[in-house]
């Protein structure tokens, strides 16, 4: 690439290089692809959206040093890369070594099916000064010190999948400007039965929040409860997995009482209900009529729970 055309380049993807996406046989052609990309972003100074695939671990130290020289990028996706039966693992603590030195990044996606871990190189990293609004994590083996090393108080929109490491201390720092949070498959660790689940926990801090999506135990319907009237102005929905056994159905009713949701729709494992749950069933749906509160309690299609919150 001749270096006047990479500073015209905006954009980064593999996908628009014909001669990058051909099939990899093996690891000479990987390398050799490599290659290409570090040739490439070496001269794309001026990029603003970047799609970053795996790269042949013989060649991340010289690739880091190039990221780090970029300083325009606002948007950036990182994923793993299957090559030849191999995945292509990345370093986590690398990773945060570049983007903190983007100060323009607002949004960050990364998608891993593994990480490796470097915990000696982690602790040279600092914390992030990026200032990122829409942060999507779908990785495993994330330590807890890396996962919270992405907090900020700017991020709006954060969906987390496959995590499980410190979830209500990240949680917490972030939730303020929250307007969207989406969570699957994170199993919150409570160290004793009486600890609070981490959605009740933040909820209070959750004031700017317009959406919820959350797929697991993490929530019981303090969680609908405690959200009256007057303590957010936004619209709130939210989805609960089918393996949510902290919500009762008898705790309900009285939850619909003081709720300042505007509909909440709760997916549950399909069955038959015997007759006391019906009647519970339908007097916490009278309650909800009452407060014009649209209430629906059934098995899932997809399972999921669903709230939004009054105007």
């Excluded at 030849?84 to 323009?104: A, L, M, S, Y």
């Excluded at 010190?145 to 496959?162: C, H, I, N, T």
């Excluded at 969207?180 to 009486?194: A, E, G, K, V, Y």
């Amino acid at each position: 690439m001749k270096p006047e055309r990479g500073l015209l380049m905006n954009r980064f993807r593999l996908e628009d290089y014909a001669g990058l996406t051909k099939g990899i046989n093996n690891e000479d052609q990987f390398i050799t692809r490599c290659r290409a990309i570090l040739t490439i972003l070496s001269c794309a100074t001026a990029i603003r959206s970047i799609h970053l695939p795996g790269i042949h671990a013989s060649l991340q130290k010289e690739f880091v040093k190039i990221l780090m020289r970029l300083e325009n990028v606002e948007r950036c996706t990182i994923y793993d890369y299957d090559s030849h039966g191999k995945i292509v693992e990345f370093n986590i603590g690398e990773i945060q070594q570049f983007i903190t030195k983007w100060t323009k990044l607002r949004r960050l996606d990364i998608a891993f099916r593994t990480i490796v871990s470097n915990r000696a190189f982690d602790d040279e990293v600092p914390e992030l000064q990026c200032r990122t609004e829409n942060l999507k994590i779908r990785a495993s083996h994330l330590t807890g010190r890396q996962f919270v090393r992405f907090r900020s108080y700017q991020l709006q929109k954060v969906e987390l999948e496959r995590l499980n490491q410190d979830l209500k201390s990240f949680l917490l720092v972030a939730a303020p400007s929250l307007t969207s949070l989406t969570i699957r498959s994170c199993p919150f660790r409570r160290q004793s039965m009486n600890e609070d689940y981490a959605i009740d926990v933040v909820m209070p801090q959750l004031c700017s929040l317009e959406e919820l999506y959350v797929a697991g135990e993490l929530l019981t319907v303090k969680s609908i409860a405690m959200k009256g009237p007057g303590k957010c102005p936004s619209i709130l929905t939210t989805f609960v997995a089918v393996l949510a056994p902290a919500i009762y159905l008898e705790d309900l009713t009285d939850a619909m009482e003081t709720s300042g949701w505007k509909a909440v729709t709760i997916k549950t494992l399909p069955g038959l209900m015997d007759e006391s749950d019906l009647s519970i069933k339908q007097e916490a749906a009278g309650v909800a009529a009452r407060r014009n509160i649209v209430f629906t309690y059934e098995p899932p299609r997809s399972t999921a729970c669903s709230l939004k919150y009054k105007d």
